[in-house]
Each structure stands twice: as structure tokens, then as C-alpha cells.
């Protein structure tokens, strides 16, 4: 682990005093190394992986090592979501398939390094690997017609968004489609699923934001502004934040239904946002500019550009101390702020 502070003068209080830092390597087995990655998400066990080779890869997020592969997509995997016990697939092969997450990737901490070494860049040398993973396809939801490229879902439902310009939301258990969402004009890059409510981003030649009532599934509201791909969003109560491919990140009122600011600062595309609560001080982004940066909610103020990593940063999270960030670069970094 490593130890830095920052001078007093830094802008941002999460960096004023010292803090520490510490850095996950993962993916760097032999069989791994060049695989093309999608999408990264991580908890504070594991690193989930979308790749081009049609599989979903999770690794121990303390060690880097490997755990298993989940294979049954004929294409690449776009996106998937997670909780301890689930996960749910997304394919350019049109379909999702729900995972029951075997004990292993459930409790990655079971692992055991039999011959007592340290083996900083994840090769696996010196640590025992599972004989079986035991993760198992549950389900499978076939009715799009183009990418599944985003998703979500909870105990009863998942929304998917997809190439096709349609939402469509399903019955997790009966894989039954339940409803049908039509009025994006092209791809649906993101979206976030919250009980009756959904909010989706697209791309190509429409490039809004669109928020749905799923109890009538009628879209409430169209949000305009952003002047290209939409790639991450996020909300809490009445607060929306979204990040595009424009390189900004706006901010939204979502019971006024319109934009409160636009973040400017970002050299590249803004691929994931987040925030801790509406409530919240900071938002934190992360870009294809191989930079994370921290905002000030309240002003839009630039608070603090951390060059965290040596590839594209496909995902941020933020707590109360802490900032999680995860790249292409097959890192994930953790600072802990506040620290005597």
C-alpha cells in the first residue's frame, strides 16, 4: 500500500490531507492478457469483466487472480449487472442470460495461496485455482432484435436497452417480456432501472435522455442538449447525471426536467459517472482521457484531476471516504481519504 498527501493548497478536501492508495492488478494470466475488454464494474471483492470473446471474467479483487468464466453468449458480452448472488449478461447476440453466482464468486475470499508466496502481477503462480465454478445459467430473455447494450434488474424485473431503439422489461423468473418501450430514434447506449422508473441514454442521430413511468409505460419526459453519444448516467431522487461522448458531463433536474449545469474539463469521451446521493458534494467522473475527475455538485466546480490510470477509465465509485476507479488498463485503484 502506498502512502501519499497532497499540499495543503490542493482545491479538493478529499485530497488535502493524506490518504492512501492502493492498487489491484487483475487479468494478466497468460490465456487473459489480450483479451478485448467492454465493460468493468467491481465491489469490494471482485472485478467483473465483459469481453469480445463472448464470456464474462471475475477475478479476486485483492489478489487479481482469476475465478471463473461464464460462457453461453455467441457474441460479445456489452454490458451486465450484478449483485453477491446474480448476474445478469447483456450479448451483441441479442440476448441476456441471469447467472446464479456460485460460492466461489460469491465469497472470492475462500481462495487459498497454498504455497504461501506473493504474486503481485496475478499470473496465478503459487495460488490454487478452483477445480469447477459452479456458477450456472438460470435463465435466458430472447426478443430483441439488435445489441443488447445496457442493463439492469432487481429480484422481479430486468430493463434492457438495446441497438433496436426499444426498452424492454421482463419477468426475471418466467423470462416473459412485459413490456415493450419504443421512442429513442437510435441505440440505446445506457439507462438505470429505479421500481417505476427508468432513465435511458442514446446515441447515433437522437442522442436525449428519456425518462419512463413502467406502471403505464409512457415516456414522461425527453431530456435534450448533450451533441453526442450519451454513455453513462446516473440518479438519485431528483438529481440525473450524465455523461457523454461530447466530453461533458450535464447535471438535471429531473422533477423540473432540465439541465442545472454542464461540467466541462474532460479532453475525451465521459464514459461513467457517480455520485453517493442526491445529497451528495461530489461527483466523480471518469473518461477516455485515461483521467478521473471531482466536481463540486453544488457549483459544477472542478475540484481535482487524478491521472489515475494508463488506459480509458470505464468505471467510478464514490463513498462517504473512499473513490473506487477501474480501467482497461486491467487495474482497479482504491484511495481511502482521511487517514491519520
Request: proline share 2%; aromatic share 10%; with cysteine.
Amino acid at each position: 500500500m502506498e502512502n501519499y498527501s497532497l499540499p495543503a493548497s490542493s482545491p479538493a478536501d478529499w485530497f488535502r490531507g493524506p490518504y492512501s492508495l492502493k492498487t489491484h492488478r487483475w487479468g494478466h494470466e497468460h490465456h487473459l492478457a489480450k483479451m478485448d475488454v467492454e465493460r468493468i464494474r467491481c465491489d469490494d471483492a471482485k472485478v467483473v469483466v465483459a469481453t469480445h470473446s463472448n464470456t464474462v471474467e471475475i477475478f479476486h479483487l485483492e489478489s487479481g487472480r482469476w475465478i471463473e468464466s461464464l460462457h453461453g453468449h455467441l457474441d460479445w458480452v456489452w454490458d451486465f449487472a450484478f449483485t453477491d448472488q446474480h448476474l445478469v449478461s447483456a450479448s451483441c447476440d441479442h440476448t441476456l442470460m441471469l447467472w446464479q453466482l456460485s460460492p466461489q464468486v460469491s465469497n472470492p475470499s475462500g481462495f487459498t495461496n497454498y504455497m504461501g508466496g506473493f504474486d503481485p502481477f496475478g499470473y496465478g503462480y503459487g495460488y490454487q485455482y478452483p477445480q469447477s465454478s459452479g456458477s450456472r445459467q438460470m435463465q435466458k430473455y430472447v426478443g430483441h432484435e439488435g445489441w443488447v447494450q445496457c442493463v439492469q434488474f432487481d429480484d422481479r424485473k430486468i430493463v434492457s436497452g438495446s441497438g433496436d431503439q426499444t426498452l424492454k422489461v421482463w419477468d426475471i423468473e418466467s423470462a416473459r417480456c412485459l413490456q415493450t418501450l419504443h421512442g429513442h430514434l437510435s441505440f440505446i447506449y445506457c439507462l438505470q432501472y429505479d421500481q417505476n422508473t427508468v432513465v435511458s441514454g442514446s446515441g447515433g442521430m437522437d442522442k436525449t435522455l428519456k425518462i419512463w413511468d413502467l406502471r403505464s409505460g409512457t415516456c414522461l419526459a425527453t431530456l435534450e442538449g448533450h451533441t453526442a453519444t450519451i454513455m453513462s448516467l446516473l440518479f438519485e431522487d431528483n438529481l440525473l447525471a450524465s455523461g457523454s461522448f461530447d466530453k461533458t458531463i450535464k447535471l438535471w433536474d429531473l422533477r423540473m426536467r432540465k439541465c442545472l449545469n454542464t461540467l466541462i474539463g474532460h479532453s475525451s469521451a465521459v464514459g461513467t459517472v457517480h455520485f453517493k446521493s442526491a445529497t451528495a458534494k461530489k461527483l466523480v467522473s471518469g473518461s477516455h482521457d485515461n483521467t478521473v475527475k471531482v466536481w463540486d455538485i453544488r457549483t459544477g466546480a472542478l475540484e481535482h484531476t487524478v491521472s489515475a490510470h494508463n488506459g480509458v477509465v470505464v468505471g467510478v465509485q464514490v463513498t462517504d471516504d473512499s473513490l473506487l476507479t477501474c480501467s482497461v488498463d486491467r487495474t482497479v485503484r482504491r484511495w481511502k481519504f482521511g487517514l491519520a
